[in-house]
T-cell receptor, first 115, second 109 residues
Framework: DVKVTQSSRYLVKRTGEKVFLECVQD?????MFWYRQDPGLGLRLIYFSYDVKMKEKGDIPEGYSVSREKKERFSLILESASTNQTSMYLC??????????????FGAGSRLTVL | DAKTTQPNSMESNEEEPVHLPCNHSTISGTDYIHWYRQLPSQGPEYVIHGLTSNVNNRMASLAIAEDRKSSTLILHRATLRDAAVYYC??????????FGSGTQLTVLP
């Protein structure tokens, strides 16, 4: 069974802490994505990566950075967590295609609370 | 980015068909239409996608209008396990999918 695994299901952090959210996929997918999901706002794309060491900003990159040192792993970093980053974070991956049959496989999500 | 419009919520009775509509009037010629659903406390899961022709798989059917400005996801016999938020998304050449707020489907026993 193919999988996208997010390292933590629930995290509680304090304002100003550095936070790492890890995502690993076992499908040899080229593309990986980080979304956040908030009530009434749907899923919003933070960053995505279409190759190792490559990254592109999504719709809401401010306050976040990412790292993709290996094909299977995509990390989301909050350099200094703030309360407005309390959210559900979702990682996804997909195989590279020439045109948009870009089928995503999502992880179960990481719910982050920043106090 | 091309956008989609869906109703905020819909209700269906168990074991009856459900037709979930989606409008995408600004769709471009190479945009695929994707549907995902999100069950409570889970990440979204892929349901179906298509380009021009109607598509069927074990989960659902996708009916695409001839002008491609709208589409309908069809669940042939709704079960209580189909209660979820359903997202209609356009996938073009940007390699990223933009999710809207989706349609909350309630299935009544």
């Amino acid at each position: 069974d193919v999988k996208v695994t997010q390292s933590s299901r629930y995290l509680v952090k304090r304002t100003g802490e550095k936070v790492f959210l890890e995502c690993v996929q076992d499908m040899d997918h080229e593309n990986m994505f980080w979304y956040r999901q908030d009530p009434g706002l749907g899923l919003r794309l933070i960053y995505f990566s279409y190759d190792v060491k490559m990254k592109e900003k999504g719709d809401i990159p401010e306050g976040y950075s990412v790292s993709r040192e290996k094909k299977e792993r995509f990390s989301l970093i909050l350099e200094s967590a703030s309360t407005n980053q309390t959210s559900m974070y979702l990682c996804a991956s997909s195989r590279r295609t020439l045109y948009g049959a870009n089928v995503l496989t999502f992880g179960a999500g990481s719910r982050l609370t920043v106090l | 980015d091309a956008k989609t419009t869906q109703p905020n919520s819909m209700e269906s009775n168990e074991e009856e068909p459900v037709h979930l509509p989606c409008n995408h009037s600004t769709i471009s010629g190479t945009d695929y239409i994707h549907w995902y659903r999100q069950l409570p406390s889970q990440g979204p899961e892929y349901v179906i996608h298509g380009l021009t022709s109607n598509v069927n798989n074990r989960m659902a059917s996708l009916a695409i209008a001839e002008d491609r400005k709208s589409s309908t996801l069809i669940l042939h016999r709704a079960t209580l396990r189909d209660a979820a938020v359903y997202y209609c998304i356009l996938d073009g050449s940007a390699r990223q999918l933009t999710f809207g707020s989706g349609t909350q489907l309630t299935v009544l026993p």
